[in-house]
């Protein structure tokens, strides 16, 4: 199946790949054959659930908290494997060696997608998540959550600022990234991952000269309005249309800017990018005061409801 999820990557397909069989499980799914494609990858216990499991999987949500999941097993089985030393973890790494595909529009790139536009690409199950409930929805107090939060998003006045800057890069150092002269530091895993033994860096995957890498920050703004609970409730909807906004802006990206079928967008403070102070060399080649984002002394993010990060296109690129 490995070979499989192997061959459908190399020719750039995006339909749904079901694993089953007695000697599957969900653990062994998400460790060695989830990370070989970047289509959906799901795990099924028999042939008689497939129709259902089908019919689940066309909602883009439901796929991805299947691939949050997923990465919850590899990140919760990764802490178990042993810690190496900065030397030994380079010397698992195999950089690549070209660079990502020419973009087709390089440079700075603005857009305001509307309310519409995110709706489908917001992921209610990470909303359950955030007031602590299961992320199925089964229970009454989540369905009523779930209504009283959709009638509150459709009241929602919001304003989405979402800028991405392509710029050329390179990889000038094991575990730095270069762009513009500004020095963009990716830690690398000291713990092997569980498809190839490596231990990644995101500067893995940009080569030595002549790539390129985009940065990008998302930000959504509405008006704070009635009594604690129904703060509380535009604040986690408004960390909902972030990540709603960073997607959208993440496949317009591969589709009209850059060409390719994937990439990866990983966010400041993603266990690839942990170091929270990032962002301020980000800001430096984006300015994320023109979105409307103001950083504190620690770079947190205000207002919350925003995202910052970069994204690399290489067709190894994978996130870790």
């Not at 054959?33 to 795990?43: D, M, N």
């Not at 691939?67 to 990140?75: A, C, G, I, K, V």
Request: glycine residues 6%.
């Amino acid at each position: 199946m490995a070979n499989v999820a192997t061959r459908l990557e190399e020719r750039g397909l995006q339909i749904p790949l079901f694993v089953g069989g007695a000697t599957t499980s969900e653990l062994h799914t998400a460790l060695k054959i989830a990370p070989l494609y970047s289509g959906a990858v799901v795990r099924t216990a028999d042939a008689a659930s497939l129709p259902a499991i089908a019919k689940q999987i066309s909602d883009p949500q439901i796929v991805e908290s299947i691939r949050s999941e997923q990465e919850t097993l590899r990140r919760d089985y990764s802490e178990k494997a042993p810690v190496l030393t900065l030397e030994q973890a380079r010397d698992t790494a195999k950089p690549v060696d070209s660079p990502a595909p020419v973009p087709m529009k390089s440079g700075r790139h603005e857009f305001h997608p509307s309310k519409k536009e995110l709706d489908e690409l917001i992921n209610w199950r990470a909303f359950l998540g955030e007031w602590r409930m299961n992320p199925n929805g089964g229970s009454d107090e989540a369905q009523r959550l779930l209504r009283e939060a959709r009638e509150e998003l459709d009241r929602m006045e919001i304003n989405v600022n979402a800028v991405v800057e392509i710029r050329r890069a390179e990889r000038t150092a094991p575990e730095v990234i270069a762009v513009s002269g500004i020095e963009l530091n990716a830690p690398r895993s000291l713990r092997p991952n569980t498809v190839d033994g490596q231990c990644l860096s995101l500067a893995d995957f940009v080569a030595e000269t002549g790539d390129h890498i985009a940065l990008f920050a998302v930000c959504v703004t509405f008006p704070e309005e009635g009594d604690e609970f129904r703060s509380m409730l535009r604040q986690t909807i408004g960390h909902r249309l972030a990540e709603a906004a960073t997607e959208w802006l993440n496949r317009r990206v591969d589709r009209d800017l850059w060409g390719v079928e994937h990439s990866i967008r990983p966010a400041v403070g993603y266990s690839s990018l942990p170091d929270q102070k990032l962002i301020f060399q980000i800001d430096r080649l984006i300015d994320l005061a023109s979105q409307g984002i103001t950083l504190t002394e620690n770079g947190a993010m205000n207002p919350g409801s925003s995202t910052c990060g970069i994204i690399i296109a290489h067709p190894r690129a994978r996130y870790f």
